[in-house]
């Protein structure tokens, strides 16, 4: 029996020089779609705080990488921020915690 994909929340804040995506819920193939559309177009800045993210699997991860690369292609900064432990654990595991921008507290 699987179990229905749960949403990811996705909240934007800012001007057009300076955004913050706040996500929440799970970020996991059947949500990376609506995230990756709901970050274009970069902002010159954009802070991606993961606080809610509860769950993120190798396709969020991904994203997350294709992200990093399109600001950079683009003159762009993401950072990203509030990191939760499983989600961490995850970006740790794979060597992507200490290649993303994550700032931490």
Wanted: glycine share 6%; hydrophobic share 50%.
């Amino acid at each position: 029996m699987t179990r229905p994909p749960v949403d990811l929340n996705i909240e934007q804040r800012g001007t057009d020089a300076a955004r913050s995506i706040h996500l929440s819920g799970r970020l996991d193939a059947h949500q990376v779609p609506a995230f990756l559309g709901a970050a274009q177009p970069l902002a010159p800045h954009t802070t991606l705080d993961l606080a809610g993210v509860t769950f993120m699997d190798s396709s969020g991860l991904a994203a997350l990488v294709k992200l990093v690369r399109s600001a950079r292609e683009q003159a762009a900064s993401v950072e990203i921020v509030n990191v939760q432990d499983a989600v961490r654990l995850a970006m740790e595991i794979t060597g992507l915690y200490a290649a993303l921008p994550i700032r931490t507290a």
